[in-house]
């Protein structure tokens, strides 16, 4: 498993980060691991979306994930059917806590690749252990005009 993990105060409540992050087309403004978005299904707890994927700023396929929203905390994680399951799994958190001038706004995210795609753990870890807290950085500048 590899992972990224950022952290950042932004001003805004917890609502409107989760908001942002909810509205894909906006959040890939801040995400680049999100390429084109096939579609958004929203629904009482969260939603489904589905994306093509990219690594690296490598394109990949098109991955279906799950948004589970629990409060101010958002879940998500691959539920890609088939083979893609197969090669690499997707979990990620983020919570917003209000705080003094805002919100805390905290990303983890974690790849596990399985079988022989584990050989891609030692060629992603820097670049996903970058990655997330460039892309916190991101969303706090959207979130802070």
């Not at 909810?22 to 958004?40: F, N």
């Not at 992603?124 to 991101?138: F, I, N, Q, S, Y």
Request: glycine fraction near 10%; charge should be positive.
């Amino acid at each position: 498993m590899i992972e990224g993990i950022g952290e950042a105060t932004v001003p805004v409540s917890p609502e409107e980060a989760l908001a942002a992050v909810l509205d894909l087309e906006r959040y890939r403004q801040a995400d680049h691991k999100i390429g084109h978005v096939k579609w958004v299904r929203p629904d009482a707890t969260g939603a489904t979306v589905r994306f093509r994927g990219k690594m690296a700023g490598m394109p990949g396929p098109y991955v279906v994930q799950r948004i589970d929203r629990s409060g101010n905390r958002l879940d998500v994680r691959s539920v890609s059917p088939g083979w893609m399951n197969r090669m690499v799994s997707f979990e990620g958190v983020i919570e917003c806590t209000p705080v003094d001038g805002g919100t805390r706004f905290y990303h983890r995210e974690a790849l596990t690749f399985h079988g022989p795609f584990r050989l891609l753990e030692p060629l992603l870890r820097g670049w996903l252990a970058k990655d997330t807290p460039a892309e916190v950085r991101r969303i706090a500048a959207l979130l802070t005009r």
